[in-house]
């Protein structure tokens, strides 16, 4: 990696997850709500850089999903992007972790469906008690 590694912070609101991605540690979290009125864009910057960045020659890459609820245009980037590592050349060298509570059925549910789709990265689905 060079030495201008990518870093990205975007603050949780109502309407979005909070947002962090720092490419020196590959490593990107999701968290919070995710239903803005217009998903790709905001997360045009976030899917510009994982692009890119599984282009590279990466050694790891975790990306922790803990989003307790999203739309179905959130649903759709998410699964995008899941492909996308799951496709790259490294994709043995991620990981995914999906984070949710026993009572969030719906996430769960979703966290299993993506699951099935992706053959290469390892995908845990980590159920917490509360």
């Known amino acids: ?31 919070g709500e995710s ?10 910057d976030v899917t510009d850089w994982l692009g890119a960045f599984l282009k590279t ?3 790891t890459f975790k990306f922790d999903c803990e989003l307790k609820y999203f739309s179905s245009s959130t649903v759709k980037v ?10 790259s050349k490294n994709a043995k060298n991620i990981t995914v972790n999906w984070i949710t509570t026993k009572k969030n059925e719906i996430i769960i549910e979703c966290g299993e469906d993506f ?3 992706l053959k ?7 159920i917490k008690d509360a």
Not at 18 to 23: K, P, Q, S, T, W
């Open 78 to 87: 998410l699964l995008n992007m899941l492909l996308d590592m799951d496709n």
């Open 120 to 126: 290469k990265i390892t995908f845990n689905l980590v």
């Open 57 to 59: 020659d990466f050694e």
């Open 35 to 44: 239903y803005h009125e217009n998903v790709i864009a905001f997360f045009k």
């Open 1 to 31: 990696m060079n030495n201008k590694a990518f870093r990205l912070e975007i603050e949780r609101t109502d309407l979005t997850p909070l947002v962090i991605i720092d490419e020196e540690k590959g490593y990107m979290k999701l968290e």
């Open 115 to 117: 699951k099935e789709d």
